[in-house]
């Protein structure tokens, strides 16, 4: 049984990467999409991957996830379009560059901030009273291994990541007697277009995907928690 054909899904970050893998594999099984990212090319793109598996059309908005308001109305146009979502995928990352924290500036910060913690919470903030009200649905967050270790470099991404982790386990706490599902999701290294450089020993996006799927797709009488995958040559912890 498919049991994502015809389901409502919310994903943030999804014109390259996991989120655009993650988006055309969703398309595979029949699910509704509603899907956003910051090139308006690329979303295109994805856009007519989607439609070529023969899902249904989705909803597509370009758009900044560090401006608040627009975050709202991709919410609020996506639920007039497809109605409010079954599931919510929180994919969206943005580390601009590796940095030791004394030359972070608080404009740089606050804008890793913004898109890697703060949409995350606009969206499940928005998400609550809708799942909860059906007593159903599934949020995943997709996180990064970078919760596990500290990578010198890596500060703000890191703070960031780390304050949508504990974030995330306090809403599974806040939803799950109202039938919401909560999953955090630690994907390890992955040759993707978040890294300047090819690294083809690190996972391929598609197997990311994967994963996250799978996770949508488990037996309804599990959920899962916390998911940490790398790829077999990361070896640091």
């Known amino acids: 049984m498919n049991r994502l054909k015809g389901k409502v899904v919310y ?16 398309a595979e099984h029949g699910a509704r999409l509603a899907i956003c990212g910051r090139d308006t090319t690329a979303l295109t ?18 758009f900044d996830l560090s401006i608040e308001k627009d975050t709202l109305r991709f919410y609020r146009e996506a639920k007039k379009v497809h109605g409010p979502p079954d599931i919510l995928i929180n994919n969206a990352g943005f580390n601009p560059r590796k940095a030791l924290i004394r030359d972070v500036a608080t404009e740089e910060f606050d804008r890793i901030i913004a898109v890697n913690l703060r949409a995350p919470f606009i969206l499940m903030r ?8 059906r007593k159903s649905g599934h949020i995943v967050n997709v996180l990064s291994s970078v919760c596990h270790f500290d990578i010198v470099l890596m500060g703000a991404y890191t703070a ?16 799950r007697a109202q ?6 999701i630690y994907p390890g290294g992955t040759d993707s277009n978040f ?8 996972m391929r996006p ?15 009488d599990l959920v899962v928690h916390h998911f940490t995958f790398r790829p ?3 070896d640091n912890f």
């Open 11 to 26: 994903l943030t970050g999804a014109s390259r990467g996991i989120g655009r893998a993650t988006a055309l594999l969703l």
């Open 232 to 234: 077999m040559v990361e």
């Open 179 to 184: 039938g919401v599902r909560v999953s955090s």
């Open 126 to 133: 928005e998400a609550a009273p809708d799942m909860t009200e």
């Open 45 to 62: 793109d994805v856009k007519n991957g989607i439609e070529s598996a023969e899902a249904p059309s989705p909803f597509v908005m370009s």
């Open 206 to 220: 598609e197997s990311v995907a994967q994963a996250i799927v799978t996770t949508l797709t488990l037996p309804e």
């Open 160 to 175: 960031a990541k780390k304050g949508l982790e504990g974030l995330t386990d306090v809403f599974r706490k806040e939803v």
């Open 195 to 202: 890294r300047p450089e090819n690294r083809p020993l690190y």
